[in-house]
């Protein structure tokens, strides 16, 4: 009884302390910084409000996507790349070289080598840093190396073409000339002007046949070279293709040719809109008052990585390098993670039940999920063991909903709880 009297006391004295509760009550919002967030180039609609975005600035290549979602400078979160393709990202990126420098990936790190790299001699670039600008549609860097300055602008298609532009200029008083050399390993016989090879991607998941080619380059030692004189203050531009073929993606092919035979203007133009129509096509514009939120709910679409990189068209997961659409999307049969296929044996055992494990008894041991018999043929088990009435045709065992993984169980013993005494 004393016992009881002691927490009653304690009880009344701990609701006499406390403070009241409001159900109102300041708790402050969020400060943002960073760059001032881009207002929508068109006025709020409620119809399609992404398709009234694009179709306000489809006539040029500068898009509220891309400039909603920009980075500049010496990002914080690294130099990673953000164009990306079906299959096709880098999975490390090295932006102290022009070309695709670094781990390239089809789905996964092919062997850790980078796609391609172009060398530009007489002369050492570096990338002046502050002035880099990076979208998820593109990457554009500026390099320089005494009085030659290269602007770089690189992006990943939708079916797996790497293009790199380059556009050099000559800020010198008399005219330059310069050695270009695009090599890779994964390309490296030819003639003409393009180089081609075969290489099997992680795991073997499919046979990719890359080709690199470029403008007024031609094959020499294992690469392409070309050979460009810039007069004083005038501009030279070249462009470097690689795609990456294979055969359950024809349009890999396809692509890659078109953007072999297009200019530099019309390369980057073609990509950069097809890149931003299809955000007027495919995504919700979610309205927010806070222009800061808004920004970061497109960046949670453009990486969001519970979507499997098939169903998402071209913008890609940002978060982390191995990645499980691509491969669903080149192997549309392979037997899914949760489908098991079992012997006559193991169907039988599992039709009979299973013997619960008792307490006290030494596991781990393999433990099937029970099917029972009914008298229709209609009953199913759902995954958590319960069994539910199916259509009325199927058995459990000829439908997806009677195959269950193995479970290992490890068994504890039992415990006996007393019932709690109360002293009167």
């Known amino acids: 009884m004393t016992r009881l009297l002691v927490a009653l006391v304690l009880f009344a004295c701990s609701v006499l302390i406390a403070p009241p509760a409001h159900a109102a009550q300041t708790i402050g919002f969020p400060t943002f910084t960073g760059p001032a967030v881009p207002a929508p180039p068109a006025p709020y609609t409620t119809g399609d409000m992404m ?57 996964e790190s092919i062997n850790d080598n980078s796609a391609y790299t172009v060398a530009l001699t007489p002369g050492t670039f570096t990338e002046q840093v502050a002035q880099r600008r990076q979208t998820p549609s593109r990457w554009k860097s500026v390099h320089t190396a005494g009085s030659v300055t290269v602007e770089q602008t690189k992006f990943i298609t939708d079916n797996n073409v790497a293009v790199t532009n380059l556009s050099i200029k000559n800020n010198g008083s008399a005219s330059t000339t310069l050695q270009l050399r695009a090599t890779s390993p994964y390309a490296t016989t030819g003639t003409g002007s393009e180089l081609t090879g075969q290489v099997n991607a992680y795991n073997n998941l499919t046979t990719i046949r890359p080709r690199l080619t470029g403008d007024g380059f031609t094959v020499a030692s294992g690469g392409l070279g070309r050979s460009v004189t810039v007069a004083a203050g005038a501009t030279v531009t070249a462009k470097v293709v690689m795609g990456f073929v294979t055969d359950e993606i024809p349009a890999s092919l396809t692509e890659y040719n078109a953007y072999a035979g297009y200019s530099n203007a019309t390369a980057f133009a073609t990509h950069v809109k097809a890149y ?59 037997q899914q993670a949760h ?42 088990v759902r995954g958590d063991g319960q069994h539910g009435q199916g259509d009325g045709d199927a058995h459990p065992r000829d439908t997806d909903q009677g195959r269950h993984r193995q479970r290992t169980v490890e068994p504890q013993p039992a415990v006996v709880r007393a019932p709690a005494q109360v002293d009167q």
């Not at 130099?79 to 490390?92: D, I």
């Not at 129509?277 to 927010?288: C, K």
């Not at 039940?353 to 199913?380: F, I, K, T, W, Y």
């Open 51 to 107: 398709r009234k975005i694009y179709d306000a600035e489809s006539s040029g290549t500068d898009f509220w996507m891309d400039r909603l979602l920009a980075r500049t400078g010496n990002d914080p979160a690294g130099p990673w790349l953000m164009s990306r393709g079906r299959a096709l990202f880098m999975k490390e990126h090295d932006p102290t070289k022009f070309g695709f420098g670094g781990k390239v990936a089809y789905w």
């Open 276 to 334: 931003n129509r299809w955000w007027a096509e495919n995504v919700p514009y979610i309205d927010v008052p806070e222009p800061a939120i808004k920004k970061n709910i497109c960046m949670e679409e453009l990486s969001d990585p519970r979507r499997p990189a098939g169903d998402r068209g071209q913008p890609r997961p940002l978060r982390g390098g191995r990645r499980q659409g691509p491969a669903r999307q080149l192997r549309p049969r392979q």
């Open 339 to 380: 489908r098991v296929r079992l012997g006559r044996p193991d169907r039988q055992r599992r039709r009979r039940g299973l013997l619960p494990l008792e307490a006290g008894q030494h596991g781990p041991r393999r433990v099937r999920l029970p099917v029972q018999r009914s008298a229709g043929r209609g009953a199913g």
